[in-house]
């Protein structure tokens, strides 16, 4: 995936910690939970994926979304080819889902 601020996005970038992966487009806006949650935890519980799926929003788009709604640590993204929310089997928008990356692969 490509990064709003034009960056690779690779599996490895969610090693390390839990992580909330959230699939969403630019105009919705309900950030102010996500980051509620995000601030009550002190910033440090789990880093946030905002994977925007819309193969029409201009890279412009995810760039202001950030600037206006997002933590200043949280990642957004754009799923080129829509490739993530097809192997994750995305029904809906405005789903999020915890993933442990913390736990070493066996």
């Known amino acids: 995936m490509t990064e709003a601020d034009g960056r690779t996005l690779t599996n490895d ?3 390390g910690k839990p992580s909330i992966v959230w ?3 630019s105009y919705c806006v ?3 939970l996500i980051s509620r949650l995000d601030d009550e935890l002190g ?3 789990f880093d946030v994926l905002v994977v925007f799926v819309d193969p029409n929003e201009p890279m412009s788009a995810l760039t202001s979304w950030r600037g206006e709604f997002a933590n200043e640590d949280w990642t957004v993204a ?4 829509n490739e993530l929310s097809e192997k994750v089997g995305l029904r809906f928008l405005d789903s999020k889902f915890l993933l442990d990356c913390s736990i070493p692969e066996s």
Request: hydrophobic content about 40%; overall charge negative.
């Open 23 to 25: 699939f969403s487009t």
């Open 30 to 32: 309900r950030a102010a």
């Open 13 to 15: 970038s969610l090693k």
């Open 78 to 81: 754009l799923d080129d080819g």
């Open 43 to 45: 910033g440090e519980a």
